[in-house]
């Protein structure tokens, strides 16, 4: 299990560089002159060029960005927030995706988890027909039109909470953006907790354990819920970066300074700001890569016959 | 009369009520017998029946403004923020202003901000959405396809290599990509085309490997290799056709995405520009009108709800029907 954790990290630390590398790489061909040639000579563009380094080759350039990266210096905008340091801007950005992120998170798999278990107990009756029904409206409608529907009935049409974020009412105005986005991780997880769940009741062992005279909530905790939940978990991680990383354009509707905000702004304004695109494509991916890498290291502990498997099957 | 016929027997009788039935029309009988699934594909075919004529029935051009001449001043009168107006329904719907001045005309859903009949846009961008869709899709099976299909089949340091890049590709975020493409290339249709390019055939390649391995071991390709095909013959000869089952099913789930994931760059701003329209840009513009013309941003919304609903629906149904379950049988 350890020499399969240690390569797991290896190979996502790996992945990482590369990609922060093409990303450096990409962003660094772009046509175009820090400087502007009309208020400055040759010679003086040459030094500064020299004194800034982007004459070395490429490698020494990005080697000396990712030693600043590693301290967290993103360096400064080119054109947003008047060039502020990238630093300052994407902590705060950061940490308002991420209290929302958040809060969508725990509501959606707190909800979807009951929904689902409810669902697979009561199979065929109600509550399970509800299930599928939001199940499915939940993967057909984008969370941003749910975001444009609660806006508008409680915010535009009876003004019981605020229009758009604000950060001094932070509790009520966090209420449309994380529900809005948690509606889909909601769905998701209540539809796949159901079916898992349906799975493991219908196996040999739960039968077993009936026959054995075990009922009711025993039954469920110790021998259906904790084998139908560890597929869930495969499934929440990428949920997890998604609404982490902020919903886009649920940000951009609703005004909130978060990553999935400050990216928007990044790519389509006017002009493209490369120092934030090349810093939020390095957290975006890292993120991801950080969080596969959680996934798979914790369903190796949670599914022993995947642990034993891998330890097995490992070359 | 030849020797495989039966001399005296001829009226041995097959048993038609449980005649054996081919592969494909077996998909087709369990594909038809879900309710879900007829009724994903019903919904499909209608929007996309929609999406073809249904700009050329409402007489209109999707980015026609239209207007009449009053006729007390001789000004001009442009259909604003029009609300449906549905022959004999229209009166129990409420008026807009300038409302006496069309009442000969229709506009089914009603008209945006600038006068144009949303029927007409509505449509015109779901025709828009779909062929981005299918186009893109199209050229990802493809490409997938051929790279599985290699990579699976020659396996060992040529399988080794394939599979790391399709890691790495992997592990970009998507949005990641857009962004870096934004960067590049010019905003509009061509980045959402390029955009969907480069993420989606990593999925098919997935499937398309995942069968090739499956299929290699076989015993009609060690009698193909035996025989003397080539590796190129075997490849796409023999083995490609029997991966077209969970390739289509695939497709299925991938051309959702593919609208979604137009729908959001549009929405965001990077994607189809005025006046061309998509699903997405609908969206957008609905909901910048949203406080003065509500009723705007609806159509494009259950387009794009339904479009989801019919694909995920053909997709479960073709997953099902294709390998069924024991238990389905």
């Not at chain 1, 400087?35 to 500064?48: L, Y």
């Not at chain 1, 590693?70 to 300052?88: E, H, M, Q, R």
């Not at chain 2, 039935?21 to 087709?28: N, P, S």
Request: proline content about 4%; some cysteine.
């Amino acid at each position: 299990m350890a020499k399969y954790i240690v390569k797991r990290i290896v190979t996502s630390v790996v992945t990482l560089l590369i990609i922060t590398f093409l990303l450096f790489f990409l962003v660094r061909i772009m046509p175009g002159n820090p400087f502007p040639s009309e208020r400055m000579t040759d010679e003086a563009i040459a030094a500064k060029r020299l004194e800034m380094g982007l004459d070395d080759p490429i490698m020494t350039q990005f080697i000396r960005y990712m030693k600043k990266v590693c301290v967290g210096d993103f360096g400064k905008g080119t054109s947003l927030y008047n060039g502020a340091p990238i630093k300052t801007v994407l902590n705060k950005a950061i940490s308002n995706s991420f209290k929302i992120g958040g809060i969508a998170i725990l509501l959606g798999t707190a909800v979807g988890l009951i929904l689902g278990i409810v669902a697979a107990l009561n199979r065929d009756g109600f509550w399970d027909v509800f299930c599928s029904v939001f199940s499915i409206l939940g993967v057909c409608v984008p969370a941003y039109v749910f975001l444009i529907f609660l806006q508008y009935t409680f915010a535009y049409k009876t003004s019981l909470l605020p229009y758009f974020f604000d950060s001094m009412n932070f509790f009520k105005s966090t209420i449309i953006p994380s529900v809005s986005m948690s509606l889909f991780t909601m769905s998701t997880i209540a539809r796949f907790t159901r079916n898992e769940m349906v799975e493991v009741m219908d196996s040999d062992y739960v039968r077993l354990a009936e026959s054995k005279g075990m009922y009711g909530t025993k039954l469920v905790t110790r021998h259906i819920l904790r084998n139908a939940l560890i597929p869930v978990v495969t499934v929440l991680a990428p949920l997890i970066v998604d609404l982490l990383t902020g919903a886009l354009v649920v940000e951009k509707i609703y005004g909130i300074q978060g990553i999935g905000k400050l990216m928007v702004d990044a790519i389509s304004g006017e002009g493209i700001d490369y120092n934030y695109v090349l810093a939020l494509g390095i957290i975006y991916s890292a993120l991801y890569i950080g969080m596969m890498l959680v996934v798979d290291i914790l369903y190796g502990v949670l599914d022993p016959r995947i642990r034993v498997a891998k330890k097995g099957g490992d070359k | 009369m030849n020797d495989f016929e039966l001399l005296k027997h001829h009226d041995i009788v097959t048993d038609e009520n449980f005649a054996s039935q081919t592969y494909w029309k077996g998909v087709f009988t369990r594909f038809f017998a879900k309710k879900r699934s007829v009724i994903g594909l019903i919904i499909v075919v209608v929007i996309i029946v929609l999406a073809i004529l249904g700009p050329v029935l409402s007489g209109y051009e999707y980015r026609e403004i239209s207007s009449v001449i009053n006729p007390e001043t001789g000004k001009e009168v442009v259909a604003k923020g029009l609300a449906p107006r549905i022959p004999f329904l229209h009166k129990l719907l409420g008026k807009a202003p300038y409302d006496d001045f069309f009442a000969d005309k229709t506009f089914l859903f009603g008209t945006d901000d600038l006068g144009r009949d949303l029927w007409t846009r509505t449509w015109y961008g779901a025709r828009v959405s779909l062929l981005i869709a299918f186009v893109t899709i199209a050229i990802d099976v493809v490409i997938g396809m051929c790279y599985g299909l290699i990579s699976g089949y020659f396996g060992g340091v040529v399988d080794s290599i394939m599979q790391r890049f399709v890691e790495i590709a992997n592990s970009v975020p998507r949005l990641v990509i857009v962004s870096v493409l934004a960067v590049f290339m010019p905003k509009g249709i061509g980045l959402v085309i390029v955009a969907l390019l480069i993420t989606e055939w990593i999925g098919m390649s997935k499937i398309a490997r995942a069968e090739m391995l499956k299929i290699k071991e076989l015993e009609y390709i060690l009698a193909g290799k035996t025989l003397g095909a080539s590796n190129l013959q075997i490849i796409f000869g023999d083995v490609l056709p029997n991966t077209i089952g969970p390739i289509i099913t695939q497709v299925m789930f991938s051309i959702p995405t593919a609208i979604f994931t137009e729908a959001f760059l549009s929405f965001v701003g990077v994607g189809i520009m005025l006046p061309e329209c998509s699903v997405g840009s609908l969206i957008e513009d609905g909901f910048n009108n949203i406080t003065t013309l509500p009723y705007q941003i609806i159509p494009p919304i259950i387009v794009l709800a339904l479009l989801m609903l019919g694909f995920n629906f053909i997709g479960d149904g073709l997953r099902e029907a294709l390998a069924p379950k024991l238990k389905d049988m």
